[in-house]
């Protein structure tokens, strides 16, 4: 599922601009003390509720997914030592620029944190139909139908047995790490 030549949906869209001001808050952030992601995904939350953007229990979900994202991202990286193109796992060439840029930022700027949150992560991270993903794979956990999303959006029922619920590919899958 590519999402080509659609416009993004609005929540899609919502979680772009999280992620943007994460990265925001995060450069700014530079010359103060480390602020945690946590404290960063508050604020962008806060943000999109004070600009009208989102309501606070849209915000909260999103957050959540952000977190969430970033969260397998790091674990990954981390258990790995690959880079973000492989947790993808297609071509970032069809990524959006900023994006592409924004992601390997957080990553990189939040990496004690995300370890931290990583080890907490390590428990069975599942994806729903109906919430919002960030780019990258997920995997149906009932018949291993591969889902991509070039960009955020919302997860649709598995194409191939409408099954509900999606995890990211790992190592054991059989994925190719170079975006095979």
């Known amino acids: 599922m590519s999402g080509e030549g659609r416009e993004p949906d609005r929540l899609g869209t919502a979680y772009h ?46 957050a959540d997914y952000v977190r969430r994202d970033l969260q397998h991202a790091a674990r990954y990286v981390a258990e790995t030592g690959r880079g973000l193109a492989d947790w993808l796992r297609f071509d970032l060439q069809y990524l959006e620029e900023r994006l592409a840029e924004m992601l390997p930022l957080v990553v ?45 959006g919302r997860i649709p029922p598995c194409p191939r047995c409408h099954g509900t619920r999606f995890r990211r590919p790992d190592d054991e899958d059989g994925v190719e790490a170079d975006g095979g």
């Open 17 to 62: 601009r999280m992620v943007e001001r994460v990265r925001g808050m995060l450069e700014r952030a530079e010359h103060e003390t480390a602020p945690t992601l946590r404290q960063l995904l508050e604020r962008a939350k806060e943000r999109a509720v004070e600009l009208g953007e989102l309501t606070r229990e849209e915000a909260e979900e999103l």
């Open 108 to 152: 990189d700027r939040t990496r004690l944190e995300l370890e931290r949150l990583a080890e907490q992560a390590r428990e069975a991270t599942v994806w729903h139909t109906g919430e919002v993903t960030g780019p990258g794979t997920l995997v149906c956990t009932a018949c291993g139908e591969t889902l991509q999303f070039r960009r955020a």
